[in-house]
C-alpha cells in the first residue's frame, strides 16, 4: 500500500530562491494570532465541505490549536502567510517535527492552504517555496508533509513539481 506520506531531501539544495517567487500582488510575511479569523475562513474556504473543519467555529478552532502548539511547535521561519489585496488568502504550517510520525526527523508541513478566490496565482508556490528555502538555510536533512482526502490534484502535482517523493 502506498504511504500518504512525503519527503523532500534538502541537501544541497540553494538557501534562497533564484528570483522572487511571490507573484508581485501576493506578499509573504510571518504569521501573527491576528491572522486567525481570516486564516480560518481561507482554511474553510479551501478544503472540499467538510474535510478540514465542518464550519467556520471550526475552522477558527483549529488555527487556535495550531498557534498553541497543539499539532507541534510551528517553526517561525518556514511558517508564512500569503497576504492579497491587503488580506491573508493563504498559509503554510510548518512544525519542528511530525507529532503522527516519530520516524520522521526534521521539519514537517501540517497544512498549505489558499483560498480559492486566490487559487491560481502561483499563491500556494510561493509559500511552498519559502518553506522548502527557510528549511535549507536552517540546515535541515528534508522537509516533509502528509496528503490526504483534501489535498487536491494541483497541491499533488506542486508537491511533485518541488521534488517530494512518496515514502
Same mark, same amino acid.
Given at each position: 500500500?502506498?504511504?500518504? &506520506?512525503? %519527503?523532500?531531501? #534538502? /541537501?544541497?539544495? !540553494?538557501?534562497?530562491? =533564484? *528570483?522572487?517567487?511571490?507573484?508581485? +500582488?501576493?506578499?509573504?510575511?510571518?504569521?501573527?494570532?491576528?491572522?486567525?479569523?481570516? &486564516?480560518? %475562513?481561507?482554511? #474553510? /474556504?479551501?478544503? !472540499?465541505?467538510?474535510? =478540514? *473543519?465542518?464550519?467556520?467555529?471550526? +475552522?477558527?478552532?483549529?488555527?487556535?490549536?495550531?498557534?498553541?502548539?497543539?499539532?507541534?511547535?510551528?517553526?517561525?521561519?518556514?511558517?508564512?502567510?500569503?497576504?492579497?489585496?491587503?488580506?491573508?488568502?493563504?498559509?503554510?504550517?510548518?512544525?519542528?517535527?511530525?507529532?503522527?510520525?516519530?520516524?520522521?526527523?526534521?521539519?514537517?508541513?501540517?497544512?498549505?492552504?489558499?483560498?480559492?478566490?486566490?487559487?491560481?496565482?502561483?499563491?500556494?508556490?510561493?509559500?511552498?517555496?519559502?518553506?522548502?528555502?527557510?528549511?535549507?538555510?536552517?540546515?535541515?536533512?528534508?522537509?516533509?508533509?502528509?496528503?490526504?482526502?483534501?489535498?487536491?490534484?494541483?497541491?499533488?502535482?506542486?508537491?511533485?513539481?518541488?521534488?517530494?517523493?512518496?515514502?
Amino acid at each position: 500500500m502506498p504511504s500518504d &506520506l512525503m %519527503a523532500l531531501p #534538502l /541537501a544541497g539544495r !540553494p538557501t534562497a530562491p =533564484a *528570483a522572487p517567487n511571490a507573484p508581485t +500582488a501576493v506578499t509573504l510575511r510571518s504569521v501573527s494570532p491576528a491572522d486567525r479569523d481570516a &486564516l480560518a %475562513a481561507a482554511y #474553510l /474556504a479551501a478544503y !472540499p465541505a467538510g474535510v =478540514a *473543519a465542518s464550519d467556520l467555529a471550526e +475552522a477558527r478552532q483549529e488555527i487556535d490549536d495550531t498557534f498553541q502548539g497543539e499539532f507541534g511547535t510551528l517553526r517561525p521561519d518556514a511558517t508564512t502567510v500569503a497576504v492579497h489585496a491587503g488580506q491573508p488568502v493563504g498559509a503554510i504550517l510548518v512544525v519542528e517535527r511530525s507529532i503522527w510520525d516519530p520516524e520522521l526527523d526534521g521539519p514537517f508541513i501540517i497544512d498549505l492552504f489558499v483560498h480559492p478566490d486566490a487559487q491560481g496565482l502561483a499563491v500556494g508556490r510561493a509559500l511552498l517555496d519559502h518553506a522548502i528555502h527557510a528549511c535549507a538555510l536552517a540546515g535541515d536533512a528534508t522537509l516533509s508533509l502528509r496528503f490526504g482526502e483534501g489535498t487536491s490534484p494541483a497541491a499533488h502535482a506542486l508537491y511533485e513539481r518541488a521534488g517530494f517523493q512518496r515514502l
